[in-house]
């Protein structure tokens, strides 16, 4: 027999698969529940047992009632029956009363339960999002799938595990109950008939819980159309792209897409609730009901036979129908818990995910990285990358020396994977094949996190903070204490202090317009900030700067003087460009052109002019674009020596 986890597989694979599905989010989620303090659970379990109990007590009691009637209207007011009654009645109305005001303290510490469980869980998945050193999994959708599923609930602060760790406390409430029922049943009838009763109760159960978990499972499957149906809806409803949506008229179009897209999503969550639910509901109820009747056919024949005082008769009863409405739907259970336990098991798939690429990619070095380094080099040697999934090879046994203390600059055409090597230095993702060297040591053996305090890096897509402006400078080196005077200076060498100091708050003005005193900054002035936060890593100490078209957003003459400054704001450091302009590249200390995946020419301006390949045709295209103006800007170019425009963007091959 081959064992499959098919759920129309052999019995063995459906077990597994029922296991997995029903009981191993339970035991996750009940190992989650120590993280709401031994106090709180054990007050919530007893709370519960009572809760479980009251009602048991209250058909006792009410049973009792009605056996006493007779009596005790034959024996009349003082009566010793009427005094039995009336301690029955009494203690009917206690179990009844306790129940209403339990049950709110059940709602308030289940609450407070949710809250710790919850927050501990923010943490971990703030803390697993974070394990991740390099960025392959925050680009694989089945990772990004489980994500969303898993922070969804939280988020939403609705049906999250700390819901799911209350509900499945509340069942203890449920099954004490039952439990009582049974025994009760078992005690005026036979036990046959308890335990049937149990049976019954729990067909009814499965039918209504099984069926709901079947159907939430059905959710999982179009977590990838639900999670673009949310992004279509946030690019409408966004700050992001909304002068876009306006001047492209493009309101309609996105709202077209939300729609189209959640009926997609919500199609197969429909037909699959009908298959769920219809067909398996009217089994159960059948089963389920023949089981009762039988029982109460049990106490009925008994009653007939004498067997049953009316004590008994009325307590059997009562038990049963109880019992029986027991395997219905439990609101402060069910449901929280089967998307609680189903955002768990998401975090666990994450959590799984982030630890298999972990593995996978070598990023387990743990070796120092010594201060001043690289004092020698930085060496690319035969380095190979293919992205996670992708079938294209971009670097192809790329050999580059960045000599240390030097800049050097890297061009190329789009695509070219320029961007890419820059991950690779930073290691955001590690080379399939070859290795990167610092001084001759394998950036692989070295800890990740030293070695990034190491690099400064702008990427092209920096990142605007909605923070303030000193922070946004600030967080290029958060391994030490916020020196203001070190943010200073890196504004004003990245010629933006004026800018700043200018703000509602100065350097305190939060950089957007969604807060308080808050401004926005052009795209020139945020890609100034953007340098100054790599010139900020470098005075706290990293010795190798990294720069993704810096200057893409400056204004021409913005460009020269930074240009102009970059050789002093960069003594000592080891310093790779990627630009396509020309009149930033040319001032490098080394120029390296590289396509299709390896380096193809290396050499000063000079050199690579004189060799007349790639980078020489490039440069008169640029030149020619300059000299016929093509370029506007370029008519005001007061200081720029060179040509400046973007003619390598434009896929010029040759
Ligand atoms: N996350 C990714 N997954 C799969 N492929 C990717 C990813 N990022 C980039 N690529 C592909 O890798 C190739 C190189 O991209 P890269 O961004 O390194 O080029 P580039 O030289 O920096 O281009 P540009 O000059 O346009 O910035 C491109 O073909 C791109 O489509």
């Known amino acids: 027999m081959t064992g499959t986890t098919s759920a129309t597989g052999p019995a063995p694979g459906r077990v597994r698969t029922w296991y997995a599905a029903a009981v191993a989010p339970r035991v996750a989620t009940a190992r989650l529940l120590p993280t709401g303090g031994a106090g709180l659970v054990a007050g919530l379990v007893l709370l519960n047992l009572v809760l479980g109990l009251l009602p048991v007590l209250f058909v006792v009691a009410t049973s009792r009632v009605v056996g006493q009637v007779p009596v005790a209207v034959g024996g009349g007011v003082g009566s010793a029956a009427w005094d039995v009654l009336v301690r029955d009645f009494v203690l009917a109305a206690a179990a009844f009363c306790g129940q209403q005001v339990l049950a709110p303290a059940q709602t308030a510490l289940g609450v407070r339960l949710k809250r710790r469980v919850d927050g501990r869980l923010r943490d971990r998945m703030l803390a697993s999002t974070l394990r991740s050193t390099g960025i392959a999994p925050m680009e694989d959708q089945a990772t990004l799938d489980a994500l969303s599923e898993a922070t969804r609930q939280v988020d939403s602060e609705f049906h999250t595990p700390g819901d799911a760790c209350a509900g499945l406390l509340a069942l203890v409430a449920r099954y004490v109950r039952l439990a009582g029922f049974a025994v009760l049943v078992g005690l005026v009838s036979t036990w046959w008939a308890g335990a049937a009763l149990v049976v019954a109760t729990m067909v009814f159960r499965y039918g209504q819980r099984g069926g709901l978990r079947k159907y939430s499972t059905a959710w999982r499957g179009v977590v990838g159309v639900r999670r673009r149906a949310e992004y279509l809806r946030d690019v409408a409803m966004g700050a992001g792209a909304a002068k876009e949506l306006r001047v492209f008229g493009l309101a309609g179009w996105f709202a077209d897409r939300y729609e189209d897209a959640t009926r997609e999503m919500l199609a197969p969550v429909t037909a699959r609730r009908r298959l769920i639910y219809l067909k398996p509901y009217l089994l159960y109820t059948a089963v389920g009901l023949a089981i009762g009747s039988g029982v109460l056919v049990v106490l009925a024949r008994g009653a007939a036979a004498g ?12 038990s049963v129908v109880a019992a029986l409405l027991l395997g219905e739907y439990y609101p402060e259970s069910d449901v929280p818990t089967q998307y609680g336990m189903q955002s768990m098991a ?5 959590e799984e995910r982030i630890g298999a690429a972990q593995d996978a990619g070598r990023t387990a070095g743990t070796g120092p990285v010594p201060p001043a380094s690289p004092t020698v080099s930085l060496r690319f040697e035969g380095v190979a990358f293919r992205y996670p999934g992708a079938s294209r090879t971009v670097l192809d ?20 994977g320029k961007t890419t090597l820059v991950k690779l230095l930073t290691r ?4 399939t094949a070859g290795r990167i060297t610092s001084d001759g040591t394998d950036l692989a053996d070295l800890d990740v996190a030293a070695w990034r305090r190491q690099v400064s890096v702008i990427f092209q897509d920096f990142v605007r903070y909605e923070l303030s402006a000193a922070d946004n400078i600030a967080l290029g080196a958060t391994h030490v204490p916020r020196d203001d005077a070190a943010v200073r200076d890196a504004a004003r060498d990245a010629d933006v202090l004026d800018v700043l100091e200018a703000l509602p708050l100065g350097l305190d003005t939060p950089l957007s317009r969604a807060y308080e005193d808050g401004a926005d900054l052009s795209g020139g002035q ?36 930074f240009f102009d400054r970059f050789v002093e704001l960069t003594r000592g450091v080891t310093s790779v460009l990627v630009s396509h302009r020309f009149s930033s590249v040319r001032r490098a200390d080394r120029i390296v052109v590289v396509d299709a995946g390896r380096v193809v020419e ?8 004189a060799l007349d390949g790639h ?9 020619e674009r300059f000299e016929a103006g093509f370029d506007g800007d370029e008519h005001d170019h007061g200081g720029a020596d060179g040509p400046v425009g973007d003619a390598v963007t434009t896929g010029e091959r040759s």
């Open 526 to 561: 945020w890609q100034r900030v953007a340098i100054a936060r790599s010139l900020y890593a470098l005075r706290a100490g990293a010795r190798v700067l990294v720069l993704d078209e810096p200057t893409s957003a400056l204004d021409v003459r913005a460009e020269a003087a």
């Open 615 to 623: 980078y020489a045709r490039l440069f008169r295209l640029q030149a």
């Open 397 to 416: 046994g790329l050999d580059l020396e960045l000599p240390a203390g030097l800049s050097t600059a890297v061009v190329g055409i789009n695509g070219a």
């Open 602 to 609: 290396q050499g000063t301006h000079a050199e690579l002019l």
């Open 428 to 431: 955001l993702h590690e080379p």
């Open 346 to 350: 998401a975090l666990e798939e994450f």
């Open 307 to 318: 067997d049953l005082t009316l004590t008994g008769l009325t307590l059997g009863l009562q």
